[in-house]
């Protein structure tokens, strides 16, 4: 009985394991987080090479073993080229990675859908052509991995009544996690308010195919996509009790512009 098995995974973080090898920590499409020493990686005439870099997805073969498994072949299917000319391609490309690693443990039953999220965000950030556009294949990631995992951000009812919200302007509470209305918030005190048109925009691209490009995609603005980031980065940490390091370099680098 072979231990060999193979897979697709992209690349999320390497650590050094010594002189010669890697510990390189995956998503992959079959088993979820994986992690597998890629033996001789340091050296210049490896033939894992650049395959084993971050954020690139490779078909992988692997020998299965006792604690961590061993990468015996990768052809790579994708290396997400464009993301390494541009800033802000890569830390937010970085950013979805290190959402993966931080809610990748235990999620082998969902590991192929994760994957194909995780795959398709990577690749649009890439072939993005603005700022914008990147960030709201991020958007679309963020929102649908919380609905993957069971942390589902509430957009049509208030939290507090359970009445629905129409064309008004409410209230967003990441504790609660979702939208309060006017009315309820006179008790409950939010501070963070939200246009309805935000939340409709949210609303799109959490519902809609991830490929599917609706007319919110074309009329919201750069400003409108870095408020629904922030927005659901602090909605995560408050239910994952962890914070993305990108996002700070990301958030300096924005300063700077």
Do not use: W
Not at 241 to 257: D, G, I
Request: hydrophobic fraction near 40%; include cysteine; proline fraction near 0%.
């Amino acid at each position: 009985m072979t231990n060999n098995y193979v897979t697709e995974a992209i690349n999320l973080k390497s650590y050094n394991l010594n002189d010669a090898d890697k510990i390189i920590v995956m998503y992959s499409k079959d088993n979820g987080l994986i992690k597998g020493v890629a033996k001789g990686i340091k050296k210049p005439k490896s033939k894992l090479g650049a395959r084993m870099d971050l954020l690139v997805a490779n078909s992988l073969q692997l020998l299965k073993g006792r604690s961590m498994d061993t990468i015996l072949q990768a052809q790579t299917v994708n290396n997400f080229k464009k993301t390494r000319e541009d800033i802000d391609k890569l830390m937010l490309s970085s950013y979805v990675s290190e959402l993966v690693v931080n809610f990748g443990e235990g999620s082998e039953s969902a590991s192929k859908e994760i994957y194909e999220l995780l795959y398709k965000s990577l690749n649009r950030i890439s072939s993005s052509e603005t700022k914008k556009d990147a960030l709201i294949a991020v958007i679309k990631f963020q929102l649908k991995l919380l609905l993957v995992m069971g942390f589902c951000v509430e957009l049509d009812t208030c939290l507090c009544c359970r009445e629905q919200v129409l064309d008004e302007d409410m209230y967003f509470s990441s504790s609660m996690g979702g939208i309060v209305c006017k009315e309820c918030n006179e008790t409950l005190g939010v501070k963070l308010k939200m246009h309805h048109k935000i939340r409709d925009f949210l609303q799109a691209m959490l519902q809609f195919d991830f490929d599917y490009e609706s007319e919110y995609d074309s009329k919201a603005t750069e400003k409108v996509c870095q408020v629904c980031f922030d927005l659901l980065d602090e909605y995560i940490k408050t239910h994952t009790n962890r914070t993305a390091k990108s996002v700070k370099v990301f958030k300096e680098l924005a300063l700077q512009c």
